[in-house]
């Protein structure tokens, strides 16, 4: 039996408002993920580095990053973290100063105490030492 061309006709439009449905929900989903964007990823605290500690961290968002924590003036940081700190926390009182080169030389900036992480800027990835009081003037 032959259908009637109207059935044909009625099958070819469900078809096509199937695709147009399927098109319309593919741009909403499209739509909402630029929107509502990524997951953040957690952000470090001055929690993350011990109390009485200076921490420089690995990740630029400070985030999923071990500390590397210490005390103290350091001339020559070791390779674990030499020219690898993309942050740095002070959970201690004193001021620390983070120097570019070894042997505290170089382009350098002050992490003032109880200072949360914060990104080293021009330093990223590029500290080598680390002087436990204020920078030079």
């Known amino acids: 039996m032959r259908m009637p061309e109207s059935f044909w006709k009625g099958h070819r439009m469900t078809r096509r408002l199937s695709k147009s449905a399927t098109a319309l929900g593919i741009a909403a989903a499209a739509l909402a993920a630029v929107i509502v964007g990524p997951a953040p990823s957690a952000q470090a ?3 993350d580095c011990p109390e009485g500690k200076f921490c420089l961290f690995r990740a630029k968002d400070h ?24 942050s740095a926390a002070n959970n201690t009182e004193d001021t620390y100063c983070i120097f570019q080169h070894p042997g505290f030389t170089g382009s350098h900036r002050n992490v003032k ?21 204020s920078c030079p003037v």
């Open 113 to 133: 105490g109880e200072q949360a992480p914060v990104t080293l800027g021009v330093l990223n990835g590029k500290v080598s030492s680390v002087k436990h009081g």
């Open 45 to 47: 605290t001055l929690d």
């Open 63 to 86: 985030a999923d990053s071990k500390p590397y924590s210490f005390t103290g003036s350091i001339a020559r940081l070791p390779a674990t973290i030499d020219d690898q700190a993309y």
